[in-house]
Nanobody
Framework: HPHLEESGGGSVQTGEALTLSCVVS????????LGWFRQAPGKEREGVAV???????TYADSVKGRFTVSQDNTKKTLYLQMNNVKPEDTAVYYC??????????????????????????WGQGTLVNVSS
């Protein structure tokens, strides 16, 4: 499985913007769909956005219109542009990879509790703290 390493987290104020990056290393980059998940204190991990290797994008309702996921295949990097952040966006953000985009998208639904632990690869996470 690929190795994932996130960066870009930090402390921001409500309404500000932040960009997270996830560098994907390993020879099988193009075999995997990628996604962003987050875990707030005391809460379950939840899906934020998934970018299938065929380009299909899925966002959680809570971030639609504010967050944008993209990737640079030459740099093997996944990005999450976070605009107009809110205190409820405070969480550790994780990059995830799986050979199945369908499984990644399903991990954003009611099947999250079952599927999230089974995804192929996870990064170590980067903390985003939004203050009001």
């Amino acid at each position: 499985h690929p190795h994932l390493e996130e960066s870009g987290g930090g402390s921001v104020q409500t309404g500000e913007a932040l960009t997270l990056s996830c560098v994907v290393s390993g020879p099988t980059y193009f075999d995997y769909s990628l996604g962003w998940f987050r875990q707030a204190p005391g809460k379950e991990r939840e899906g934020v956005a998934v970018l299938d290797f065929d380009g299909k994008i899925t966002y959680a309702d809570s971030v639609k219109g504010r967050f944008t996921v993209s990737q640079d295949n030459t740099k093997k990097t996944l990005y999450l542009q976070m605009n107009n952040v809110k205190p409820e966006d405070t969480a550790v953000y994780y990059c995830a990879a799986d050979r199945s985009g369908t499984r990644l998208r399903a991990a954003m639904t009611s099947a999250a509790e079952t599927l999230i632990p089974t995804l192929d690869a996870w990064g170590q996470g980067t903390l985003v703290n939004v203050s009001s």
